[in-house]
């Protein structure tokens, strides 16, 4: 599953993100995308285990690979 840019956050958010690669993304034409296993990722390596529940609950990534 991948994400367009502007279906996750703020813009200048993932622009910071990919310019320090921070997150692996993709380009088709003019549109950014990510995956959703590296969003996922991500959110892990830098939220607390509350939190991280929370964004697995509020966006169903339990059940995805």
């Given at each position: 599953q991948c994400l367009?840019?502007?279906e996750?956050?703020?813009e200048t958010a993932l622009q910071?993100?990919?310019v320090n690669?921070?997150?692996p993304y993709f380009t088709i034409g003019r549109k950014t995308y990510?995956?959703?296993v590296d969003i996922r990722a991500f959110v892990r390596e830098?939220?607390?285990s509350q939190t991280y529940k929370r964004f697995?609950?509020?966006n169903q990534l339990t059940n995805q690979s």
């Open positions: 367009v840019g502007s996750m956050c703020k910071r993100y990919r690669n921070q997150l990510y995956r959703a830098r939220a607390d697995e609950k509020d």
